[in-house]
């Protein structure tokens, strides 16, 4: 069975940084399409930033660039994202999911974690 951990998730200031961490169990992220996923009260779904682990060029949404950075470790079979210069709208409940047929920020995952919440707020 495919399981999915969020951690990582918090309260920050505008301005600061928060790791969030997706720990995978019952399959390999090696050699994956591996996303991060926000959504915010009220709003769609959004796509953040995926990557193929299998060394792909990560893709990361127009509101993220140069913010946000995601990478693997394939040892700990986890995904992070490393969010910094966080911004209130920045404030959603993030999701990694794992298992696309193609690597896309629009694509379907088949694999979803159960989300932690990030707040940005002064």
């Known amino acids: 069975q495919v399981q999915l951990v969020e951690s990582g998730g918090g309260s920050v200031q505008p301005g600061g940084s928060l790791r969030l961490s997706c720990a995978v169990y019952g399959t390999t992220i090696s050699r994956k399409c591996m996303g991060w996923f926000r959504q915010a009260p009220g709003k769609e779904r959004e796509g953040v930033a995926v990557i193929y682990t299998g060394a792909g060029r990560p893709v990361y949404a127009d509101s993220v660039k140069g913010r946000f950075t995601i990478s693997q470790d394939n040892a700990k079979n986890t995904v992070y994202l490393q969010m910094n210069t966080l911004k209130p709208e920045d404030t959603a409940t993030y999701y990694c999911?794992?298992?696309?047929?193609?690597?896309?920020?629009?694509?379907?995952?088949?694999?979803w974690g159960q989300g932690t919440q990030v707040t940005v707020s002064s």
């Open positions: 999911a794992t298992e696309a047929t193609y690597c896309s920020l629009r694509a379907p995952f088949s694999y």
